[in-house]
Structures are given as C-alpha cells and as structure tokens.
C-alpha cells in the first residue's frame, strides 16, 4: 500500500508521565522567558496534566488551562487546576489574557495561522505569548528511521505525520501578520534523555505512526526502529538520547 489512514494520537496521563515527564520538566528557561509575575491572567495553551500550570498557580497568576485531550484535562482539574477541553485552532477568548504561555504543544497544532489568530484574540493589548515547541529539523533522524521501517511495509510517513516544525523565519512572519512584535525568537538545540527507551517515546509521542502498523505487528516494528536508532542514539550506559532541537518565541501584541 501506498499509505494509512491516520490513527488518532492518544494523550494516556499515565503513559506520559512513565515516558515524557521531560517536556515539563525542561520548561524551566522559556519560564523564565515568560517572567510570570503574581496577579498576571495567564491561558496555558496545551497544558497536559497541568504541571506548569500549577506552578503558574503557585507563583501567584490566575490561570485558565486548555487542551485537546479530556484525559489531559482531567488530570490537571484534579490538581486544582482550571482546565478546559479547547482545539488550539478555535480559542473562544477575546482580550483575556496578560499572557499566553505554551510549552512543546505548537508544533501539534494545524494551521499554524488559526492557532496565532486565537492566541493574538486570547491577549489584551501589550500582552505577551511565550511558546516553546519543535522547530524545523526537530527530531529529524527519528523521523528518518521510522520513514524507512515503515516504508519498508509500503507505509508512507508523510500521510502519517502529525507534526508542524516551522523554520524561526516562517512563524515568524506568521506572528508579524498577527499584530506581534517579536522579541525573541531563534533556535534551541536540546539533545534530550529520554527517561526510557525509544520504544516509550514511540508509543507516547508518535502514536500516530505506531497505529498504522497491524496490532501483531508493532513489537517487531518497535525492535527494527530501535535497532535503527541506537548507533546514534543509546549511550555507552544504555541510555537513549534523541535529536530535540526547540523554536523558542517571545512577542508582545501590539495595539
């Protein structure tokens, strides 16, 4: 076959927090980038189990949560957090914000252009949007082993793919179009070690490709695509360390 039809990527709370817990855990510097300060209104775009939102909460914002996933969102109302079920393509706010602050969700979100809209609608004049997400070249040479373990079953990756890494030029233009003005925006290299093998990452963060794969067949998938990855990416220890590489942006809305 010459393609498949996409799976639906699932967000287990569970299942990320054994295989991704990292994404939260690194966000520490594009925190700091968004410099929260105690009394600020804040939407977190794509908050998961809402463990930064909570740590917004802790440092004196009120914060709305939103995400794509019920689980997600369950998960972060049951840490107190206010958390809504929202497509980051449709926010519903309208001069809400001081800040919108989003961390590796932007590069799940298609078009790009509805998501920048929503989020310029979400802030009131002056505020800020503070994101980190995967930019172009973003786990690259994962992407490359599994369009050849999967081509290899006549699957075509890119029928598959779910992501949006934009270059810093091309969002940028995007957000210029939208009435930011950009203060920071660049690239991030961040070779990141993943609290497991690649075969987690696969199942938590590129479902969407393991779901093309017959059921009986995905444990000998997963040992093919991990035996293609790791001359690159296992350590001498044993520990797998994969090819981040993060757009980081900071702008101010104007008018």
């Known amino acids: 076959m010459t393609g498949a039809t996409p799976g639906m990527q699932r967000w287990d709370p569970e299942r990320y927090r054994k295989n991704a ?122 992407l490359a082993g599994l369009e050849e373990t999967l081509g290899r079953r006549g699957i075509e990756t890119h029928v598959l793919n779910p992501w949006y890494f934009p270059t810093p030029e091309a969002y940028g233009d995007l957000l210029e179009k939208a009435g930011f003005e950009i203060t920071e925006i660049g690239l991030h290299p961040r070779p990141t070690l993943l609290p497991g093998g690649i075969e987690g990452w696969i199942e938590t963060l590129a479902e969407v490709f393991l779901l093309a794969v017959p059921a009986a067949e995905r444990p000998a998938f997963l040992g093919e695509l991990a035996a293609a990855l790791a001359p690159r990416f296992r350590q001498p220890d044993g520990t797998w360390v994969v090819d981040y590489v993060r757009l980081r942006v900071a702008a101010v809305l104007q008018g």
């Not at 594009?30 to 909460?57: F, H, K, N, Q």
């Not at 949560?65 to 706010?93: I, Y």
């Open 21 to 142: 817990s990292f994404v939260s855990e690194l966000a520490g510097p594009v925190l700091d980038l968004l410099a929260p300060r105690p009394g600020e209104r804040m939407l977190d775009l794509g908050c998961g189990e809402g463990t930064i939102a909570s740590a917004l909460i802790d440092r004196g914002c009120a914060v709305v949560a939103v995400d794509s996933s019920p689980e997600q969102v369950a998960a972060a109302s049951r840490r107190g957090v206010d958390a809504r079920v929202a497509d980051a393509t449709a926010l519903d706010f309208e001069r809400a914000f001081d800040a919108v602050f989003s961390n590796a969700v932007l590069h799940w979100v298609r078009p790009p252009e509805a998501a920048v809209a929503g989020i310029a609608r979400a802030l009131k004049p002056g505020g800020r949007f503070v994101a980190e997400f995967g930019r172009a070249g973003n786990v690259a040479a994962i």
